[in-house]
């Protein structure tokens, strides 16, 4: 819209004046438009280089790297082998096997129970209960 106010009004309120090489004369030589020193630097290209293929692929500028994306990649795997691991040896363990985990954590959870019923003796016994153990070692060794 400014641009045919101008066309409509080429003096009105237009201070510089239109370059001479516009002209089209052969004997002058046209100036040539100055680089952007950031856009020129190779940094800068890569980076735009890599955001444009990201872009192609789908992927964000929020997107993770690719290093971070196969460490993920390699857990999520890692995981999920295990868990078959798992189910496999648990298909594969006998009657007698179950039977025998399930003794080791009902004895585990016993052993549970008694410490803390320990815990919350009062500290006079605990005392009283170690003077009797060390008496009796000591009277076995005489």
Known sequence: ???????DHPNSGN??????????????????????PVKASKSHQELHRELLMNHKRGLGVES??????VLEHRRRNQLLRQKKEEEEAKKLQSPFEKELLKRHQRLDQLEKEQEKEEDH?????KVKENLRRTST??????
Do not use: C
Not at 1 to 7: A, P, S
Not at 15 to 36: A, E, F, M, Q, V
Not at 64 to 69: A, S
């Open 64 to 69: 993770k790297p690719e290093l971070q994306r």
């Open 121 to 125: 003796a009062p500290e006079f016994i």
């Open 1 to 7: 819209m400014y641009t045919e106010i101008q066309r």
């Open 137 to 142: 070692v000591t009277g076995e060794e005489k």
């Open 15 to 36: 201070i510089l004046t239109h370059p001479d090489y516009i002209d089209g004369n052969p004997d002058l030589i046209k100036p040539k438009k100055l680089l952007n």
